[in-house]
């Protein structure tokens, strides 16, 4: 069971980190080990091309490894991204992203994860991205 809800993180994330207001991102669903963030299409998001920009999609993997992260741990405001590495697979079309996100590592001080970014009109992924979170030590650690 996961130690924070999809309510809890939501709120979280609208109030203390208001850009992920501008980029539309919603949680879906936070469970022990993964969570389901999405970013809802703006046009405002497309670079030349006719694609969305990558800041906005390592925007979203890093809000997804957040709530990956939080939902082991638990309200933890501070732990934040030592490492984002973001590979990109191919062009998301201007549609809404789907973030999906899950633990390979929970240490004491360190979390690594991983998301895959999905176009919700396409099949295949459109990136695959890895981090690290560091988690500040418990008080009276």
Do not use: W
């Not at 969570?35 to 800041?55: C, K, Q, Y």
């Amino acid at each position: 069971m996961p130690r924070l809800s999809v309510p809890e993180f939501q709120s979280l994330i609208d109030q203390e980190l208001p850009l992920v207001r501008l980029f539309g991102i919603r949680t879906e669903s936070i469970a022990d080990g993964g969570a389901v963030l999405r970013m809802h299409f703006n046009p405002d998001l497309i670079r030349p091309g006719g694609t969305i920009a990558g800041p906005a999609l390592m925007a979203l993997a890093d809000a997804t490894l957040y709530a990956v992260v939080l939902g082991m741990i638990g309200r933890v405001e501070l732990a934040v991204t030592t490492s984002l590495n973001i590979n990109f697979l191919r062009k998301p079309p201007p549609a809404d992203v789907i973030a999906e996100g899950r633990i390979l590592k929970l240490g004491k001080r360190l979390a690594v994860g991983e998301v895959l970014l999905l176009s919700a009109e396409l099949e295949e992924p459109v990136a695959h991205v890895t981090g690290t979170y560091s988690i500040p030590p418990l008080s009276g650690s």
